[in-house]
């Protein structure tokens, strides 16, 4: 048996060419156009490619997008004024602080400081709360990604016996809160889990997000799982942190790296933006 091979890229395209259709009438509705902020502080190489990248998916769905550069050497006070400028104009739904800043900055104070009701990244404190207690609010885009995927492949997560691997805060238990919240029986496995191979044969949904290449083997899949390889690491080329070539061979579906969940990412960063402009002209309406 070989895997069905899950297009990220191509349920990407999907996404934002519908998301692209209910900004243009959210524009004709509202007679303004949803909006994104990006701070960018310093000159890493690839923050800038990531926050071109977003300007660029945001200018293509329609969205209005307002960039920020700030040295290096900027001050924490200036972000943090930039950032409550930010929280109180109308004209922006979403702030994306992007990660990491220049040292001696505070990257998660600054990302905590952004208001909830604009947290696109879904990494607040108070959006944390928000998707711990299944209230609404905005999701984390990795994760909201992947509740994507798995509903386009047609799977019906109830009752579902699902792991994720990987606990951190950026996508592992944000992963772990929404799985639940669609009836999937989870399981958070880590690097101090006992039998990490035998945890993850118990998995009907499995969920990798570790930064190791290729970690888990292929016969740590149960016959007929899911796999999503949520891991992007650059050894001779870029591999996930599942070892493909041998899961593909076990797995009922897998998503390749490159080419996987890294599509959805952005994709989720739009409707997320768009979610924030929905909710903001709502409160303004109530």
Known sequence: MSAQIIDGKQISATRRAAIKDEVAAFTAEFGRKPGLATIL???????????????????EAGMESFGFALSANVPSEEVEALIDRLNADDAVDGILCQLPVPKPLDGDALSQRVSADKDVDGLTEASAGRLALA?????????????????????????????????????????????????????????RTADLPAVCREAEILIVAVGQPELVKGDWVAPGAVVIDVGMNRTDKLVGDVAFDEAKE?????????GGVGPMTIAMLL???????????????G
């Open 135 to 191: 209230a609404p609010g905005l999701r984390p885009c990795t994760p909201r990604g992947v509740m994507v995927m798995l509903d386009e492949l047609g799977v019906d997560l109830t009752g579902k016996r699902a792991v994720v691997v990987g606990r951190s805060n950026l996508f592992g238990k944000p992963m772990a809160q929404m799985l639940l919240q669609a009836n999937a029986t989870v399981t958070i496995a880590h690097s």
């Open 271 to 285: 409707a997320n933006t768009l979610d924030a402009a929905r909710a903001s002209e709502a409160r303004r309406a």
């Open 250 to 258: 076990v797995a009922s579906a897998i998503t390749p790296v490159p």
């Open 41 to 59: 502080i310093g000159e890493d190489a690839g923050s800038q490619v990531y926050v071109a990248n977003k300007h660029k998916a945001c200018e």
